[in-house]
């Protein structure tokens, strides 16, 4: 392109640019492109990654993931590694750099488990190389290439089978739990042997650079409170197979490249729900970091090659870093700003310790693959999975801060429309994350659970506050709303929405609240504590905690960690449960409410929205509910997301415009 054309691009005004483009359309989100896995290649100078297409809708809740190759200087574009119909996913460079191992469900007949496949980086045919009974779940090489370990699932008995086939297949509760199991597979021999006990339940593992140890992060039972707030870093003797608990903590778990130390998360005693990164160098104690951090580790975690340092990705108020954490020293250094959604940032770091790989976004892009080079924070993209996405009218994102009620300082998003004229009072959404421990960030909103900029490219302001209980703020700001749900952290959120007001931002006669899980929760509250409100979406949110605590997958620990134990047992904490259960206020509501939940939701069980839902028709309020059928608590299958989409678009613009 000749400068001239490029100097008259740069001199279109905001106004005539965004007219150039259109608005965005559910149908855009539905069909991105993701970046599912990346990893590096020991040398440092290429890259294997995940690319996730949109589901076809010739095959109905089936997504096709390949693998993907490129250089990580940038001088090239990327060349598709894999091309199965199936699934294959992640991929592990061989020691020698010569070889990837993946997983893959390529197969004859349509019930075949992922297998470890592995194929030459520079040409040739995937060959399977293991046949488990089950699944294989984790996989990584074993330092002198000889072999993989990787992690499966306990198969069913031949009693188990033939009581199915017979539909004899009553569930007792919290019984024949099968466990996932650590496994050693020899390619030379092209046999496997199990190294770990049938009794414990391995999460995560790494192994050490000499290959005669394993970190693994292991639990009692595989159910999800167990896993969650009840598992331990171990070590395991590759030689004698004997097995070592360190400390109680979760994953993800690093040995460092010397062998002498691992790096893994432990629970946060003002709360148990968050974990703190913690190193524990041999014959120690556990040395936890960031306690006193001004925001929060949510990404990362890798050891980089002087053993010293843990490149980490941190979320400070609503903004993300990638940062080199000093173990020794408990200190952060940045290294790059990063858009990347919070908790959704991944590492990969070469055997060096120079380059590294993250995934970053920009606010009209997702998650995109960008090389860094650590010492200068250099940032290299390596991918561009959506450029279609080029033509649509985005808003503008930003980070905003405001005062609570008790001085606080609160941080959150702000997303204003394409053609946003400051001065003019617009319809405005708060749009309230789940958790209660996440982050919003400045960066890409486009999924079916971030239909922000979908808003905004229709004339629609969102606000979305990161109350008290959010990540970006250290520990102590992530426990403070611990036995507070609907108290300070709502005054946190109205304070936000206070702030637009004042600013001439938001129209007070056309606000509308949402949000999914804990937002959801969040929604209900906001319905029954206040007429502001003329539209809210409540999904998947939770109505009643005392059902909650004895019908969810992640009971008791989860809401003990907030309210106390046993709510039908102790006088205080039923009183507790019920002061923080929206549906305990159902007779104050009035504002229109659309509840969408999945049919098949084990973490806010379907009954929470139904509860809500029936109670609000009851009182005479406009309701309407969906259901998506077989859908978990995060819907999946596109149908369902370009539906909730259309009808959040719908809804809000039915009742705020």
């Known amino acids: 392109m000749h400068r001239w054309h490029l100097l008259w691009l740069g001199l279109l005004s905001p106004a005539l640019a965004a007219q150039a483009k259109r608005a965005i359309q559910p149908s855009d989100i539905a069909q991105l492109r993701d970046l599912a896995d990346f990893r590096i290649s020991p040398d440092g100078r290429r890259a294997v990654f995940v690319v996730r297409e949109p589901e076809d809708t010739a095959t109905p809740g089936e997504r096709n993931t390949d693998l993907w190759l490129v250089p990580t200087d940038g001088t090239a574009e990327p060349r598709r590694l894999t091309a199965s119909p199936k699934t294959d996913e992640s991929p592990r460079w061989s020691p020698d750099g010569r070889t990837i191992a993946f997983l893959s469900s390529r197969g004859a007949t349509p019930d075949t488990t992922a297998q470890i496949y592995l194929i030459p980086v520079d040409g040739g045919e995937a060959q399977i190389v293991t046949h488990h009974a089950t699944a294989v779940e984790g996989l990584a090489w074993l330092p002198d290439g000889s072999g993989l370990l990787f992690t499966a699932r306990d198969s069913l008995t031949q009693a188990e089978r033939d009581k199915q086939r017979r539909k004899d297949d009553a569930i007792e509760a919290d019984r024949h739990e099968k466990y996932a199991g650590l496994w050693r597979y020899t390619l030379a021999s092209k046999t496997e042997r199990r190294l770990t006990a049938e009794s414990l339940h391995v999460v995560d ?5 000499d290959g005669h140890a394993v970190a693994l992060v292991g639990a009692d039972r595989p159910a999800l409170d167990r896993v969650y707030w009840h598992s331990a870093a171990y070590t395991l003797d590759l030689k004698t197979n004997e097995t070592t608990r360190l400390a109680d903590g979760t994953g993800p778990i690093r040995f460092a490249p010397a062998g ?6 432990v629970r946060y005693t003002g709360l148990r729900s968050t974990g703190l990164p913690a190193v524990l160098r041999h014959g120690g104690a556990p040395k936890t970091l960031a306690v006193t951090a001004h925001g929060t580790v ?19 108020g609503a903004s993300h870093r990638l940062a080199t954490l000093d173990v020794d020293a408990d200190t952060f250094t940045t290294v790059a700003p990063l858009e990347v959604s919070t908790g959704g940032a991944s590492v990969s770091v070469s055997r060096d310790g120079r380059t590294a790989l993250v ?9 995109d693959l960008f090389a860094v080079d650590v010492a200068s ?8 999975l959506n450029p279609d996405l080029r033509a649509l009218a985005f808003g503008k994102v930003e980070q905003i801060s405001w005062h609570s009620g008790d001085g606080r300082t609160v941080y959150g998003v702000l997303i204003t429309p394409p053609d946003f004229r400051p001065g003019k009072r617009y319809p405005t959404v708060v749009h309230v994350h789940g958790g209660p421990e996440w982050a919003w960030w400045v960066g890409f909103y486009g999924s079916w659970h971030e239909w922000d900029q979908l808003l905004a490219s229709h004339g629609v302001v969102v606000l979305l506050p990161n109350p008290r209980g959010s990540d970006g703020q250290g520990p102590d700001f992530v426990a403070a709303n611990k036995g507070d749900w609907g108290g300070m952290d709502w005054q946190d959120i109205l304070a936000g929405l206070d702030e637009l007001v004042r600013r001439g931002v938001a129209d007070t006669a056309r606000l509308g609240i949402g949000g999914w899980s804990y937002g959801g929760f969040m929604t209900a509250w906001a319905v029954t504590h206040t007429l502001r409100f003329k539209a809210a979406v409540m ?3 939770v109505s009643d905690l005392i059902r909650m605590q004895g019908t969810s997958d992640i009971i008791p620990s989860f809401l003990n960690d907030y309210f106390g134990p046993n709510p039908w047992g102790d006088p205080r904490a039923r009183a507790a449960y019920r002061a923080h259960s ?9 504002t229109p409410t659309l509840v969408l939940h999945g049919g098949s939701d084990v973490r806010v ?3 929470e929205g139904a509860e809500f839902y029936n109670a609000l028709r009851q009182q005479g309020v406009e309701a309407h509910m969906v259901i998506y059928p077989r859908e978990p608590h995060g819907p999946r299958e596109r149908m369902h997301q370009l539906d909730i989409l259309t009808r959040v678009l719908a809804w809000y613009e039915a009742k705020l415009k």
Not at 260 to 265: E, I, K, L, R, Y
Not at 298 to 316: F, I, P
């Open 205 to 209: 593992f790494d192994v050490a650079a």
């Open 539 to 541: 999904g998947a949110g």
């Open 359 to 367: 995934n970053n976004q920009e606010t009209d892009q997702p998650d």
């Open 377 to 384: 924070g250099k940032l290299t993209r390596l991918t561009r």
């Open 582 to 590: 929206p549906i305990e206020f159902i007779q104050n509501a009035r």
């Open 605 to 607: 069980p379907t009954p």
């Open 298 to 316: 949510t990404g990362g975690g890798e050891w980089l090659a002087d053993g010293r340092h843990l490149l980490v990705v941190e979320t400070v």
């Open 260 to 265: 002498d130390a691992v790096a893994f998360s």
